[in-house]
């Protein structure tokens, strides 16, 4: 059963602390991106990954981390340098990262820092 | 930077009434276009997708969207809701100059009532 996993669904942290959140697909993907969904904000890219062993920030990569040491995970990591890290995180890939290309998303994780 | 505007955040009507969802970008040049739907629970899934030829564009479970480039506007339409179209819709720009990422716009949360 091909797709992409997202895990925990829902994750509490202390504030100051950086937590990780996991994505993998095994859709055989060569891109992967991370997105942070708020309320009447739409979807904003935090990183992306066009191909292992590299990424390129998004539009709010502040105060994030990626790694792409595998094909198939995309792991993000919120650090204590984002000042407002509530919120619904989504990952996604499509098959390159280039034009046409449809991008497949994942459960998402809804990261609530108390 | 390019944007998306999606003007209703929510709509509500009854089963069986015509949808019609806004999207305006903000770019000159030559894009790719997207609709996603997100319904309560489920991952974010492609409704259809716009590329290049016939500007009327058809998509699953009965949608379709008009692509009119002198008005930069992408509006999502379906003739006949169900209750089941309960969701938010994203629309998507994707433009090659900024390196394929999709810019999405606010969501419009859609309410059938039965």
């Known amino acids: 059963d091909g797709g992409i996993t997202q895990s925990p669904k829902y994750l509490f942290r202390k504030e100051g602390q950086n937590v990780t959140l996991s994505c993998e697909q095994n859709l055989n993907h060569d891109a992967m991106y991370w997105y942070r969904q708020d309320p009447g904000q739409g979807l904003r890219l935090i990183y992306y990954?066009?191909?292992?062993?590299?990424?390129q920030k998004g539009d709010i990569a502040e105060g994030y981390s990626v790694s792409r040491e595998k094909k198939e995970s995309f792991p993000l990591t919120v650090t204590s340098a984002q000042k407002n890290p509530t919120a619904f995180y989504l990952c996604?890939?499509?098959?390159?990262?280039?034009?046409?290309?449809?991008?497949?998303f994942g459960p998402g994780t809804r990261l609530l820092v108390l | 930077a390019q944007s998306v505007s999606q003007h209703n955040h929510h709509v509500i009507l009854s089963e069986a009434a015509s949808l019609e969802l806004g999207c305006n970008y903000s770019y000159g040049g030559t894009v790719n276009l997207f609709w996603y739907v997100q319904y309560p629970g489920q991952h974010l899934q492609l409704l259809l997708k716009y590329f290049s030829g016939d500007p009327l564009v058809k998509g699953i479970k009965g949608f379709e969207a008009e692509f009119i480039k002198s008005k930069f506007s992408f509006n999502l339409r379906k003739p006949s809701v169900q209750w089941s179209d309960t969701a938010e819709y994203f629309c998507?720009?994707?433009?090659?100059?900024?390196?394929?990422?999709?810019?999405f716009g606010g969501g419009t949360r859609v309410l059938v009532k039965p």
């Open positions: 998507a720009v994707q433009i090659k100059a900024a390196g394929n990422k999709l810019t």
């Open positions: 996604a890939s499509s098959r390159v990262a280039s034009q046409r290309e449809t991008q497949y």
């Open positions: 990954s066009q191909i292992v062993n590299d990424f």
